[in-house]
């Protein structure tokens, strides 16, 4: 299809010089008489029909031939017709019209956007610290903390609160008291916002644990990993219902933390 039409718009111009040619013959038979192209400097001139007037010597006769030279119509010359045909031909010839690509307005950028989560990164003025750690995954099942299903604590971090993975606003962690007290916020790369909610006998230190609801989770998008936190928020040693609940609503409208939260929490 795009060959046709390209095709079709080809004729289409050619067919329109072709009718330029023929009304540029035309014209040139019906109104050009004389037109000299001077060999030497190749600018054109005139030359004047009436030769009557060389036989003027007088100074009457030399004004009359002047101004019969100003109005006298040109006459042009066979080559004068060639070259002008040349030229419309070379215009009206069809040729490829290539457009400028438009400047398109960028986005905009609020913040450094991590392709593995939805949430944007703290802002440098927000980050109170880094910290590199050794970040483990972990499930609330058998294999990390001995305890079922069926057990009533299962589930339920040390602070209290249930645990939570939510890539889009925050989830529980568990980390040393003495590093990173209850309640403290980080900002985890490829992992997303975690709040201290937890702890444990073998996390010590720069250690902390990141919560995954199964087991294949955690090998398939974590495992074990040092990466460098940044704590946007020290706790105060607790961590609620209620504090989960604010932080992941603000999270979910702003996609990040914003600072009347930080300061309405602090």
């Known amino acids: 299809m795009k060959k046709h039409l390209l095709k079709f718009n080809e004729n289409h111009k050619f067919i329109i010089m072709c009718f330029f040619i023929l009304a540029g013959i035309l014209m040139s038979f019906n109104e050009a008489k004389a037109y000299i192209f001077e060999e030497e400097s190749n600018v054109p001139h005139v030359q004047e029909s009436n030769s009557h007037a060389e036989n003027n010597v007088t100074s009457a006769g030399k004004a009359e031939r002047v101004y019969g030279l100003n109005q006298a119509k040109p006459i042009y010359t066979d080559e004068a017709q060639l070259t002008t045909l040349v030229y419309m031909a070379f215009m009206w010839s ?13 986005k905009r950028v609020m ?13 440098s003025e927000q980050i109170l610290e880094t910290q590199k750690v050794t970040a ?17 604590l299962y589930g339920i971090t040390y602070s209290g609160v249930k645990v939570r993975r939510d ?3 925050v989830s529980t962690i568990a980390a040393d008291p003495k590093l990173f007290p209850m309640g403290s916020i980080l900002y985890i790369p490829g992992y997303g916002y975690g709040i201290v909610a937890d702890t444990g ?6 250690k902390i644990d990141l919560y995954f609801p199964t087991t294949k989770q955690v090998y398939k998008e974590w495992g074990k990993k040092d990466v460098e936190v940044q704590v946007i928020k020290q706790g105060a040693g607790k961590c609620t219902e209620q504090m989960l609940a604010e932080l992941s609503k603000a999270i979910d409208v702003y996609k990040t933390v914003p600072d009347s939260w930080l300061d309405k929490a602090i």
Do not use: C, F, W
């Not at 019209?97 to 398109?104: G, H, N, R």
């Not at 913040?111 to 802002?123: E, K, T």
């Open 94 to 106: 069809p040729q490829p019209m290539v457009l400028p690509k438009p400047d398109l307005p960028q």
């Open 111 to 123: 913040g450094y956007v991590d392709p593995a989560i939805p949430v944007l990164a703290p802002r």
């Open 136 to 152: 483990t995954g972990y499930t609330a099942g058998i294999e990390s903390t001995g305890k079922t299903p069926k057990h009533p």
């Open 167 to 169: 890539k889009e606003t």
């Open 201 to 206: 006998s073998a996390i010590k230190g720069n």
